[in-house]
């Protein structure tokens, strides 16, 4: 699991400026890129701390509960990109 653990920066660090790079404006892609790598940081940082060792179903939970994050700030972007 600890594999795993480590993978997920990999894969932070490819998927998040990947999807940042889908916004017209640079800026606001840049800016999304800022936070959401912050926001995976943080996750991260908590995980270490409390979940690092643990069995594999909690850190799935945990994992999971991170992409639902990242889905709820696209989507809340998303909105005010639209009212704008």
């Known amino acids: 699991m600890a594999k795993f653990f480590l993978l997920s920066i990999v894969i932070a660090l490819i998927s998040i400026p990947a999807r ?29 701390k409390y979940l690092f060792g643990r069995s594999g179903s909690v850190h799935a939970a945990y994992m999971a509960g991170i992409i639902l994050t990242f889905r709820y700030l696209e989507k809340r972007s998303k909105k005010v990109r639209a009212a704008r």
């Open 20 to 48: 940042a790079a889908r916004h017209e404006n640079p800026r606001v892609g840049l800016r999304a890129a800022l936070i959401n790598m912050a926001v995976f940081d943080l996750f991260y940082m908590i995980g270490l």
